[in-house]
């Protein structure tokens, strides 16, 4: 249990800097956004608690829908 915790500890640090970071930001986000979601979704006996996350998540998916990777289009 505590190796699972550990993990996920490691990979909300790495998504963390990455969005930091600035570039790329349409993958960290939408993982941010999964993430945030699926806490919610599995814990909502403690929804007083993990409230706050959909505004977070709000943030992430504001995020990735901003740097969605457009094509350019040339003519």
């Not at 640090?13 to 790329?24: F, P, Q, S």
């Not at 999964?34 to 977070?56: A, K």
């Amino acid at each position: 249990d505590t190796l699972l915790l550990h993990a996920f500890g490691i990979v909300e640090v790495i998504i963390a800097l990455w969005i930091l970071w600035g570039k790329y930001l349409f993958y960290p986000a939408v993982a941010a956004f999964l993430m945030l979601v699926g806490i919610v979704v599995f814990n909502t006996s403690e929804f007083q608690v993990v409230f706050r996350d959909l505004s977070i998540a709000a943030m992430a998916l504001y995020l990735a829908i901003r740097h969605y990777p457009m094509r350019s289009q040339t003519v």
